[in-house]
C-alpha cells in the first residue's frame, strides 16, 4: 500500500509540474496583436467590424488562432481615445486600425513607431497624418472618405430627386470643417439652392431644436453632412425627427438609410474596412507603412429606401 501510495504522489507531482508546460506548449507563439480604435460602440461598428473580420479571413487569419484583436470602443467618449491608445501601445501591437480623424489623432500621439492604418479620414493631408498621399512618410496610412468632395455630389442628387427644393437645412459639427461646408455651398450656388446650417455641437447636441429651426426656416429638404461619431450615435434619433418633419433628407452613409433614412450616398464604409485588412496583412509580413500609398475609396453606393416615411 505504501508503494502504490508513493507511485500516487510522485504522479500527481508529475502532472502539477508538466501542466503549465503542457498549456505554454499548446498556446499559439508569436501571435500578432491588432489594436482596434474606435470612436463609437461596437454595436454602432458591427456591420465595419465584420467586414474587416472578412477581409482578414480571405487573407487566412483567423482571429483567436493566428492573429489576437485588442478592441477599444470609445462609445462617442472621445476623452478616451488618448487612454484607450496608450493602452494598446503598451500591449505592444504591431498595428493599431483607426476609424476616423479623433481615433487616428489619437493613436498618432501615442506611437511614432507601431504602424497606424486608418479606415475613415476625411483628409489625412489636412489633419496632418501624412506628407502625401502616394508617400505618406511616417508610421501612417490607409483609406480616406474623401467627404469633402463628395457634400456637392450629394446635394446635385437631391436635386435630382426633389428638382422642386430651394432652401436645404445642413446638419453641420464642429467637426465638419468649413472646407466641407465651402465646397457644399459652391454646389448650392450652381443648382440655385439656398443652404441654412443647423449647429449641431456637443455629445449630446440640440437635435430637436434644430429641427425646429429647420421648419421655423421653412426649409425644404435636410442634407446631413459627417459629423465625426455625434449624429452616429444619434443616427435612430435623427431618422425619427427627420420623419415627423415630414422633409426629404439625404445622410452621409447606408447605415441612416437602414436605420428608416430615405437616401445617402457615399463611399462603403464596410468596403474599406475589409480593404483596410489588406494594409493589416502587408504590414504584418514586413512592409513599412511608408511605403503603402493611401488609398481613397473605389466602391460608392445609392442607397434609396422606398418604405421610408420622410419626404
Request: hydrophobic fraction near 45%; avoid cysteine; glycine fraction near 8%.
Amino acid at each position: 500500500m505504501r508503494l502504490k501510495t508513493v507511485r500516487l504522489v510522485v504522479m500527481l507531482a508529475l502532472i502539477i509540474l508538466t501542466a503549465p508546460l503542457i498549456a505554454e506548449a499548446q498556446q499559439p507563439k508569436n501571435v500578432p496583436r491588432v489594436g482596434l480604435l474606435i470612436r463609437n460602440s461596437r454595436a454602432s461598428e458591427s456591420t465595419r467590424i465584420e467586414a474587416f473580420h472578412r477581409g482578414l479571413q480571405a487573407l487566412g487569419y483567423v482571429e483567436g488562432q493566428n492573429i489576437i484583436i485588442e478592441y477599444r470602443f470609445a462609445d462617442g467618449n472621445l476623452e478616451q481615445l488618448p487612454q484607450f491608445a496608450a493602452e494598446l501601445v503598451r500591449l505592444n501591437v504591431a498595428v493599431i486600425v483607426t476609424a476616423g480623424t479623433p481615433p487616428t489623432r489619437a493613436a498618432q500621439q501615442a506611437t511614432k513607431t507601431i504602424p497606424i492604418v486608418m479606415t475613415v479620414v476625411g483628409d489625412p493631408l489636412e489633419g496632418g497624418f501624412v506628407a502625401s498621399l502616394a508617400q505618406p512618410g511616417g508610421n501612417i496610412t490607409g483609406l480616406i472618405q474623401v467627404s469633402t468632395q463628395l457634400n456637392g455630389k450629394r446635394l446635385e442628387l437631391l436635386k435630382e430627386a426633389f428638382p422642386e427644393i430651394s432652401r436645404v437645412a445642413v446638419f453641420v459639427h464642429t467637426i465638419v470643417t468649413a472646407k466641407q461646408f465651402q465646397e457644399t455651398q459652391r454646389a448650392a450656388e450652381v443648382l440655385g439652392i439656398t443652404l441654412q446650417s443647423l449647429d449641431v455641437q456637443g455629445p449630446n447636441p440640440n437635435l430637436d431644436g434644430a429641427f425646429s429651426t429647420a421648419t421655423r426656416q421653412r426649409a425644404d429638404a435636410l442634407l446631413i453632412l459627417p459629423a465625426g461619431p455625434v449624429l452616429n450615435l444619434h443616427k435612430k434619433r435623427v431618422v425619427d425627427l427627420v420623419a415627423q418633419s415630414r422633409l426629404p433628407a439625404m445622410y452621409f452613409t447606408r447605415e441612416f438609410v437602414e436605420a428608416g433614412g430615405l437616401m445617402s450616398y457615399g463611399p462603403s464604409l464596410p468596403d474599406n474596412w475589409r480593404r483596410a485588412a489588406t494594409y493589416v496583412d502587408k504590414i504584418l509580413k514586413g512592409t513599412k507603412p511608408a511605403d503603402l500609398p493611401v488609398e481613397q475609396p473605389i466602391k460608392f453606393e445609392l442607397v434609396i429606401n422606398r418604405a421610408s416615411r420622410e419626404g
